[in-house]
């Protein structure tokens, strides 16, 4: 018997009217924002913030590829949940996943971001910190 | 006996990780995003969210005049509590003034819009909704 | 002997402050902004603006997919050049590359974007309009 | 015999569509967005670039108030042009004014900036560099 996935982690936002376009949607480029802005509430979430890392500059987590799939426009007046898991924890890589749900709960969008651990002061990519690879591991997406 | 002032609505928000410029702080432009994202919300509140009064097209609120008075830095992992209240209750015009309080509590920034009704059929400013008027008035703000 | 590959359209973007991050780095979403501010610039070039394709309402060009590479980072004080080209041109549906140059010509990223031409009365996906087809075959990377 | 009043430093801005909000204007907290960019390329323009400020921290020029009034709507497809001249130049705060005209030349929106020269290692206001100062000056706007 399989165990239960892991559940995502779990952030809403009310699409702002200045993110609605001229045609009614969302401009696809928000969608980047909005998973940043969840990746961030998750960080803090986990117990490593985004603020608490670049303050200590042991390492940094900069983004080498981000791309998103929109299969129906978010509109003026919804709201999205977006649902983050871990999609794969490399070495010295992790890749997140999002997908957005409309106020019906229906997939609007969804979006991939990729993080490499980079050592600071050596300026080149390191092992993700055990911390932080223990506290990502939970969120990994068991049934994809 | 003076009545005890009318409370402001709240909404908070957590500063985004690329809201926060290279000088360490919140970038100016900001402040006016954080400001229109408190009157959506607040507009929803009090029963005329924006998409509706779009939809319905019997008037508009289009902002003439906006600024801004900045105090103090907000930072990477703030939050702003911002304070909404009525400044001035026109015949076809209203100001909203937005106080950005920090962690502590402490003002960091204050803000003001300017909104006119419109009608928009005839493209002209007309008297704020009797419907509209009522739900303001209790937020008008009668100790500056 | 091979004819020459077709050239690519430019387009040069001054980094504003506002879109360098805290890490000193141009936030990964911007590319996308500025991707489309390029695709924005290249259709009214090839003669399809597209205001005027909002206007006529006739087919709309929706995304459905969109992508960034990072390489390295672009910096305050950077000019970047982009450099557009479309990569497949299908039955209903295109996609357009980015490369985005420093200012010693090296590249910091690549992006790309996939449009779908859309039906506007029927709300669903149609042939790309031979105008708009035989406007953007000039742009057609021959050499990836 | 007055001398002729001093030509405002020129920036020109292609509206992109995503600053385009829902009622087909350009959404008002981007004015404040076009105005810093504006800002950051007459600096540069003047010798005094932002990123040299930066990067040499001796001093810093925090803004400490925004406005901006808003006479007709800027639209998709429309270009702007910004006139940036100076207001009044303290001892230790300048003010720059923003005309932003339309296609047609006619004044579309206003803005203002208030910039406060501040000592970096003291943290507080401290005079405006003479060098600086001269660079502002010949932008003084004489005819308001």
Do not use: W
């Not at 979430?45 to 985004?50: D, E, F, K, V």
């Not at 900069?62 to 791309?67: F, N, T």
């Not at 007046?77 to 890589?93: N, P, Q, V, Y």
């Not at 106020?103 to 050592?119: F, I, K, N, Q, S």
């Amino acid at each position: 018997m399989n165990p239960p996935p892991n559940p995502p982690f779990h952030h809403r936002i009310s699409i702002p009217f200045q993110d609605v376009d001229l045609a009614g949607m969302v401009f696809f480029a928000h969608f980047f924002r909005y998973a940043h802005e969840t990746y961030e509430i998750f960080m803090t979430a986990i117990g490593h913030p985004l603020d608490g890392i670049l303050r200590e500059a042991v390492f940094a987590l900069p983004l080498v590829h981000a791309e998103a799939d929109y299969k129906k426009p978010l509109r003026l007046g919804d709201t999205t949940l977006i649902e983050l898991s871990l999609k794969r924890l490399g070495e010295s890589s992790f890749s997140l996943h999002y997908l957005f749900r409309g106020g019906d709960g229906e997939p609007r969008a969804t979006a991939e971001t990729v993080h490499v651990a980079l050592d600071v002061e050596l300026g080149r990519p390191c092992a993700i910190p055990a911390r932080l690879r223990d506290a990502l591991k939970p969120y990994e997406k068991t049934n994809i």
